[in-house]
């Protein structure tokens, strides 16, 4: 069994901060791709931002400059800061992680349960 928890999500003001949280834990053996992935109202689910095992980062266009992936892999834990936050952000963000477990040779995704993001004043 293999569980992703997020944490970190919430309602701040236009220009806030706040920083997602994902921590995976369980039978795995090594976890490739992290990313962050965000669903807003009405909208599909679109990637915001990801990040590879070696460290290599990509973006969306509409968080370039304004938000940050970065990943632990001690504590398999993926984060994401977002700076500037504009009402547009607004979202349930799901982080998304790439992995092989123990006993299991291929390649396996994996959904966090998702935070809601609001900005609004």
């Known amino acids: 069994q293999v569980q992703l928890v997020e944490s970190g999500g919430g309602l701040v003001q236009p220009g806030g901060s706040l920083r997602l949280s994902c921590t995976a834990s369980?039978?795995?053996?090594?976890?490739?791709?992290m990313g962050w992935y965000r669903q807003g109202p009405g909208k599909q689910r679109e990637l915001v931002a990801g990040?590879?095992?070696?460290?290599?980062?990509n973006y969306a266009d509409s968080v370039k400059d304004r938000f940050a992936i970065s990943r632990d892999n001690a504590k398999n834990t993926v984060y994401l800061q977002m700076n500037s936050l504009k009402p547009e952000d607004t979202a349930v963000y799901y982080c998304?992680?790439?992995?092989?477990?123990?006993?299991?040779?291929?390649?396996?995704?994996?959904w966090g349960q998702g935070t809601q993001v609001t900005v609004s004043s």
């Open positions: 998304n992680v790439h992995l092989i477990r123990i006993g299991i040779r291929s390649e396996l995704n994996y």
């Open positions: 369980g039978s795995i053996f090594r976890i490739n791709d």
């Open positions: 990040i590879s095992s070696g460290g290599s980062t």
